[in-house]
């Protein structure tokens, strides 16, 4: 009796290819279970997110308006006027002061210069 030799159905793999393919099957399971598990937590952290903004945009909303700092009442043109001038005559007035001390002290200067010659010629 003749045997019948025998034919693959499939590809045929080695021992090593097929534990490489049971091992990245092993891995995609265990990949699948964290994936859904971010899914859910960025699901979480997007309401998170949506819920803190509602919160900052109703505090924002209900928020009391800061209030301006006051204007300064704007002076008029004669008030003005009138702190110039008075500045003006003050200065004027200090520097007749100095002016009539320096006077002063060359008329003794000239006093005593002329007491001095006199002298000298007596």
């Not at 090593?16 to 979480?44: L, M, Q, V």
């Not at 505090?59 to 009138?82: F, G, H, N």
């Amino acid at each position: 009796m003749a045997t019948k030799k025998k034919t693959s159905r499939g590809k045929s793999r080695s021992k090593s290819t097929r534990k490489k393919s049971s091992a990245k099957r092993a891995t995609a399971r265990r990949s699948a279970g964290s994936r859904a598990k971010r899914a859910t937590a960025r699901k979480g952290a997007m309401r998170k997110k949506t819920a803190a903004r509602k919160k900052t945009a109703a505090r924002k909303k209900t928020a009391p308006r800061k209030k301006a700092a006051p204007k300064r009442k704007r002076t008029s043109p004669v008030a003005r006027v009138k702190r110039v001038a008075t500045e003006v005559v003050s200065q004027a007035m200090d520097a007749g002061k100095a002016v009539m001390d320096e006077a002063k002290t060359m008329g003794e200067r000239v006093g005593e210069a002329t007491t001095n010659l006199v002298n000298r010629m007596t």
